[in-house]
């Protein structure tokens, strides 16, 4: 089979490595991918967001699925252009990825089919916002209601505090005021067919740039998977209070879906509460949860085509998994690119379809016209170990983390260390 992959970050990296080391490969193309997908398959140097040049892409090297990594691509439709050409895609369609392209639509979703969520009001104008602010004074989180890259939630102690930043989101559309919860995090991942679902194991996503939690978001600064201080009796209540009763609102619905279902979900103390709905693999969640994944992850993508999921074998390797982010000088703010990269010659370093317990996947680095590794972006690479022990584990991928060399590398120290929650 040939299969094409759409994004270029640590995520599309690590389903690169997961596709070649399927016997039934044929062929591996990334769009536009990264120095780390081109070692495995071919990239192409096309916007994963252009629809029709993914359609002519997939055509023209006569690709049988295509997997799609990002959001922007899912919210511009490109599954349903796809299917149009008869081609078999992994995401949904953009009705149903309005989940995570709206926030309002999410929540409106999450209160019609009864899933626990923090309480919100949307507002589209100044006036609104100053009346939530009289009437509400508390800690608020503000929500944009569309697709930003991360950077459309910030966290105020007051209201008034988010009165500035509320106002500028306030110029791009409606801005959502959320209660704001206190909790352990944990990501959820279910593969969804239009019969079925399999859930993925808990994977924690440490979302702040600084220790213990402190900073602003981020993308993701390391993942842990399973999640050893999730109870297993706690996991069982996010299944039934969140994740089934979010895929039974699917079906009622009439949405369309194939594919991965990211819910963010926040563990408080009156039980878990849903923070936002994603309609693909979360990044850096995906480099530690694909190692653990026994199955050809080709079988797991046709049976979703199919519609057998249910039946499909999903287990998991009995270790624990735990990435860690090297991001460039300056993340989450602004940030240099184009900074040379070494890497020591260590096992793990080089990431073939061989590889397994130790790996290191690219992000945000390019090759340049030297044939030389610069940076690119504010993750750079994701360093990942598996071991039966956290704590090797963790050691593992912090030693491969210390083998990368650029200027301003820098990583959070505390992954897997504890539970810090975000
Ligand atoms: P979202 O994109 O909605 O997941 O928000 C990004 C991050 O903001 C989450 O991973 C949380 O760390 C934080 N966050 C979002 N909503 C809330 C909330 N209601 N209360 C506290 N933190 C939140
Ligand atoms: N790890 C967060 C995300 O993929 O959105």
Same mark, same amino acid.
């Given at each position: 089979m040939k299969v094409l992959i759409l994004g270029k970050g640590g995520r599309e990296h690590a389903l690169a490595w997961k596709f070649v080391? %399927?016997?039934?490969?044929?062929g591996l193309y990334c769009a536009p991918g990264n120095p780390g997908t081109a070692e495995l398959g071919t990239n192409v140097?096309?916007?994963?967001?252009?629809v029709d040049a993914v359609v002519e892409t997939a055509i023209r090297h006569s690709i049988d699925l295509v997997f799609v990594g990002p959001e922007e691509p899912l919210a511009a439709d490109v599954v349903s252009a796809l299917a149009d050409r008869g081609i078999a895609a992994i995401g949904p369609p953009a009705s149903s990825a309005r989940l995570e392209s709206s926030k309002s639509f999410a929540k409106a979703f999450m209160e019609r089919h009864g899933v626990p969520t923090a309480a919100a009001d949307v507002v589209q104008t100044e006036s609104d916002l100053h009346a939530f602010v009289s009437g509400n004074p508390g800690p608020v989180v503000v929500k944009m209601d +569309? &697709?930003? *890259?991360?950077?459309g939630v910030r966290e105020f102690n007051s209201a008034t505090d988010a009165v500035p930043f509320a106002n500028s989101a306030l110029k791009s559309g409606p801005v959502l005021l959320e209660e704001r919860l206190h909790g352990i995090e944990v990501s959820a991942f279910a593969l969804i067919d239009s019969n079925g679902h399999r859930i993925l194991p808990p994977c924690a996503d440490y979302?702040? %740039? +600084?220790?213990? *939690?402190?900073?602003s978001n981020t993308g993701g600064m390391g993942s842990i998977s399973p $999640?050893?201080?999730?109870?297993d009796e706690t996991w069982s209540s996010v299944k039934r209070t969140i994740i089934e009763p979010s895929i039974e609102g699917l079906r009622n619905d009439g949405l369309d879906y194939t594919g991965v279902l990211y819910i963010g979900v926040m563990l408080t103390e009156h039980g878990p509460y849903t923070l936002e709905y994603n309609v693909r693999l979360g990044d850096p969640e995906t480099q530690v949860i694909l190692p653990l994944l026994r199955a050809d992850i080709l079988d797991v993508c046709e049976a979703m085509i199919d519609g057998s999921i249910s039946r499909c074998r999903i287990e998991t390797d009995d270790l624990v998994s735990v990435g860690v982010v090297v991001a460039s000088a300056g993340y989450p703010d602004s940030y240099q690119k184009d900074v040379p990269v070494t890497i020591d010659n $260590?096992? +793990?370093?080089y990431v073939t379809?061989? %590889? &397994?317990?130790r790996l290191i996947f690219h992000s945000g680095t390019r090759s340049n016209e030297h044939s030389q590794i610069v940076t690119a972006g504010g993750r750079c690479f994701t360093c990942v170990c598996r071991d039966t022990d956290v704590f090797r584990a963790r050691t593992g991928a912090y030693e491969l983390a210390e083998s990368i060399h650029f200027d301003g590398a820098w990583s959070r120290t505390d992954i897997a260390a504890r539970v810090f929650g975000s």
């Open positions: 080391r %399927s016997n039934r490969i044929t140097e096309i916007n994963a967001n252009d +569309g &697709l930003a *890259g991360g950077k979302k702040k %740039s +600084g220790e213990r *939690g402190t900073g $999640v050893p201080w999730i109870a $260590v096992d +793990g370093a379809p061989r %590889s &397994l317990d």
